[in-house]
């Protein structure tokens, strides 16, 4: 189970590109920018698995879900939290049924469901950071109010203080703008979170210059996964003593992901 995103990685869901994500005829109805390379896009994942299983963590790999090319993206269609997964309901309306499709997955793992989030709310897993006692929420063109309630009382009830921020534009999810990268430690895009909003944590500020600049992967212990064009994150992290492995995932950057949108977090300890 997940408590903070900035404990070791141990158990993670990834869904490699076969065959769905690149049968894109209309990319703006997937909000995908451009289309992918197969052959590079396929080479990529599986090196981002090699990594992460390296890093010591349980890759399972799901079947990509028919018609959707956005499943790659498997972050984004449920939350495990320390007492099981909330199956979450995609803002956008390419995406709906991926939760159904991911619950079925962490079932299988032997995860059990908390609870869900109901129409007309929607919440996108990329819009929500697990931080030990709190909770990062982004309010965003994915994520709206009824959802982002929801999905607050249920995370008051397991004792987190959830703190709610509106993403400004270009930013689609908060995991764009900021990641956890240790227990109390927090990279993010400088100039676009509230004054106190990480309170309590270590802040490191960067400059971004894309909507994805600040989206890292924690694998723990102080390892994280950095994009290769991440330069401003990668010089900062490697300056505060974090380890960095730079990995060229450029084939889902044109899909408008990141590392972290590409894993679906399902154990995490020291």
Known sequence: MIRNEGETLRRVIVCAPRREYFKVEKPEIHNIGEPAD???ALSQHLRLQAVLRAAGARVTNLKEFPGHPNSVFSRDAGLVTPRGFIKLRPGLPTRRGEEDWMASALARLGVRRFGA???PGTVEGGDVIL???VTFVGLSERSNKSGVRQLSRLL???DYEVRIMTLPSPHLHI???????GPRVVICCRGIFPKGFFDGFKVIEIPCLEDTGANVIALGKGRVIVEKSGRDAAAALKKAGFKVRLIDLSEFVKGRGGP???IMPV???E
């Open 38 to 40: 197969k052959k590079k």
């Open 117 to 119: 989030i109901e129409p």
């Open 131 to 133: 931080a030990g006692k």
């Open 156 to 158: 008051m009830s397991m």
């Open 175 to 181: 995991g764009g703008a900021m990641s956890v990268v």
């Open 260 to 262: 972290t949108c590409l």
């Open 267 to 269: 154990e995490r300890w």
